[in-house]
């Protein structure tokens, strides 16, 4: 019933569409499954009073197209900035837009149909795959720095296993899962939203916040920042948090994805790898050993 007028993609599964009715954001699900918990969260969220994220447009009927099943979700404005983590300020208001959204799930997360979230498992399994990737890995990093990050990911590891039951003290609520900087979304009114639940499982919020430590750990001049924020001051004396921010994560990550997707001929996106892992070496150290300080 309605009049196609431009489709925009965004990336592969991703689309944005302009109609005669109006804009919408079209899309693509790996099952109804994850449509469907997807869509049960933020209609929960909406009802318990976190507007802070987009609504399904629950009577434009879902289509499966491409082993994808596509629906409809309300198009937001975006405000003439992006989020970024470059900021104290921005930073702190990331925090407390995730501070809300725990809030806010543990009133309901049992209602969610998704999986209890497993760091120690995840972790395993990103260490043994980087390590098994060394021999591509020391073609463009020297053998001592790859062992450098090798030495605090054993350590983690094992420092996370002996005290993995600290990961779990809290109520358990949904969990983001993936809080990069780009599902943080200002709309055109300056407000901050949240956006992307793909990765969302049960956990406690300090799950969230450890990722989050991790992805502004590359752009704070000293781990003690951390403890600056009411959110992250809590996990100060946690020992499985500290045991974890010492995991070298997001290097794992990137040289994993990297050779998993053989995107070798993106220079610019190798050469943030090798900056990150190489010439970032000796200021994210630092902050490991000041945070060994306190285990």
């Not at 260490?127 to 060394?134: K, Q, T």
């Not at 500290?242 to 993106?266: G, K, Q």
Request: contains cysteine.
């Amino acid at each position: 019933g309605m009049e196609l007028r431009k489709l925009s993609s965004i990336r592969e599964n991703v689309l944005i569409v302009h109609t005669n009715a109006g804009k919408f954001l079209l899309k693509g699900f790996s099952s109804n499954k994850n449509l469907n918990s997807q869509k049960k969260l933020t209609r929960q969220l909406h009802a318990n009073g976190f507007t802070k994220t987009y609504r399904f447009m629950e009577e434009l009927e879902p289509f499966v197209y491409d082993d994808y099943v596509f629906a409809w979700i309300e198009f937001l404005s975006s405000y003439r900035k992006k989020f970024s983590f470059s900021t104290r300020a921005s930073r702190q208001e990331g925090l407390l837009l995730l501070e809300d959204f725990h809030d806010k799930t543990r009133e309901f997360y049992k209602d969610i149909p998704v999986k209890r979230f497993d760091q120690v498992a995840k972790w395993k399994e990103r260490f043994d795959e980087f390590e098994g990737n060394v021999s591509t890995v020391k073609k463009f990093v020297s053998r001592d720095v790859i062992q450098t990050w090798l030495k605090w990911g054993k350590r983690s590891l094992k420092g996370l296993q002996r005290h993995e039951g600290d990961l779990y003290k809290e109520p358990l609520c949904v969990v983001h899962g993936d809080v990069a900087h780009h599902n943080f979304f200002y709309k055109d009114d300056g407000s901050l939203y949240l956006i992307d639940f793909d990765l969302i499982s049960i956990a406690p919020p300090l799950i969230d916040y450890l990722q989050y430590s991790n992805r502004i750990m590359p752009v704070i001049s000293s781990s003690s920042e951390l403890w600056s924020y009411e959110q992250l001051e809590q996990y100060k004396n946690n020992q499985a948090f500290l045991y974890a921010l010492l995991f070298p994560t997001d290097i794992f990550r990137e040289w994993n994805r990297l050779i998993r997707e053989n995107d070798f001929r993106n220079n610019n996106y190798l050469r943030s790898v090798w900056s990150l892992t190489v010439e970032e070496m000796p200021k994210r150290v630092k902050m490991y050993k000041e945070i060994s300080e306190l285990l």
